[in-house]
């Protein structure tokens, strides 16, 4: 996968001036999910650091229940506390997993950070065993840097 060829088409999303941010958002996660064929569900989660809870934002892929994940619970959960990027490349071997789908095999979890600050993370899941490189977590920290610019 050469994710350099995908970065013009998502600075071209997050910079659409006819968009609100939501709008934006989605766009970008059915961009990734169209043009990574092993991205299966691309969604993102924001925190919201009084309750310490993380909400479900724009997403593509299967309907989920998991709208409310506390911090410290699940893959996202742990990586609202941790502020470091997450990749499981077995989610049958994760002990704080929280299933979404039996088809889901992998997951990668990078925070989103505006000033400095955690304020949520892009969520992605495979149905793929083990997908994820390093070129993966390179290219989804632009991704959010990039999104992070709407805040």
Not at 17 to 34: G, H, M, T, V
Not at 110 to 136: K, Y
């Amino acid at each position: 996968m050469n994710f350099e060829n995908l970065k013009p088409g998502i600075i071209e999303i997050l910079q659409n001036p006819s968009q609100d941010r939501e709008e934006k958002l989605q766009n970008l996660c059915q961009f990734l999910q169209d043009q990574v064929s092993y991205y299966n569900w691309v969604g993102f989660y924001f925190a919201n650091t009084d309750n310490q809870t993380l909400h479900l934002g724009p997403y593509v892929g299967a309907p989920t229940d998991h709208t409310v994940i506390p911090f410290g619970k699940g893959i996202c959960g742990q990586v609202a506390v941790s502020n470091q990027n997450f990749v499981v490349p077995d989610v049958s071997a994760q002990d704080n997993y929280i299933a979404c789908s039996f088809t889901v095999k992998s997951e990668i979890v990078v925070p989103l950070f505006v000033n400095g600050e955690n304020i949520g993370q892009i969520d992605i899941d495979s149905h793929v065993l083990d997908p994820f490189s390093e070129s993966d977590e390179r290219f989804l920290e632009f991704v959010n840097k990039e999104v992070a610019k709407l805040f």
